[in-house]
């Protein structure tokens, strides 16, 4: 089942179709970071360390998209400052991560995937666990997040989308 759904996820527009519609009207009505009970996508986020137990949170974000908006300079001629739109340096999907680790503080980022886009948003899922869950501590594949060293990676860029924003991954 899970490979009809990554076939069915290479062009979602077209094959989900009034579904894709519906979803992304109610999700634009949403607050910007929100707790789902679980994952759209649950074989993705099978294969990036999803766990259907305590302990394991998914969050849907949404990102605005396109360049972000320089404020207007005051007072002077400042020909090199004219150009008020810059790039964030960062991909929408670290930024919907860092958003997530910062509405929910005690939960752990473990990694994100993407949900769907319109003209002006997109949207992503973040996978979080809480390091202090007595399940994922006990966890053999994810009890290194309960780890004190593990707190706050998705600010130093080492989910997988941050290493690929440094380069770290091929």
Request: glycine letters at 10%; aromatic letters at 8%; hydrophobic letters at 35%.
């Amino acid at each position: 089942m899970s490979k009809h759904m990554r076939q069915i996820w290479k062009r979602p527009k077209k094959n989900l179709g009034k579904i894709w519609q519906e979803r992304l009207v109610a999700w634009r009505k949403e607050d910007v970071v929100r707790r789902i009970e679980g994952p759209t996508r649950p074989d993705r986020a099978r294969t990036l360390g999803y766990k259907a137990k305590q302990g394991f949170v998914v969050a849907r974000v949404r990102v605005l998209k396109g360049k972000r908006k320089r404020r207007k300079f005051t007072g002077g001629r400042v020909p090199k400052k004219m150009g008020r739109f810059y790039s964030a340096g960062k991909s929408n999907q670290i930024l919907g991560e860092e958003r997530a680790a910062r509405k929910f503080p005690n939960l752990e980022v473990l990694n994100s995937y993407y949900v769907g886009e319109d003209g002006d948003h997109a949207w992503f899922e973040v996978i979080m666990a809480d390091p202090c869950s007595a399940s994922v501590a006990n966890d053999k594949e994810r009890g290194w997040l309960a780890e004190k060293q593990h707190r706050g990676r998705v600010f130093r860029a080492l989910t997988s989308s941050g290493k690929k924003m440094r380069g770290l991954r091929k």
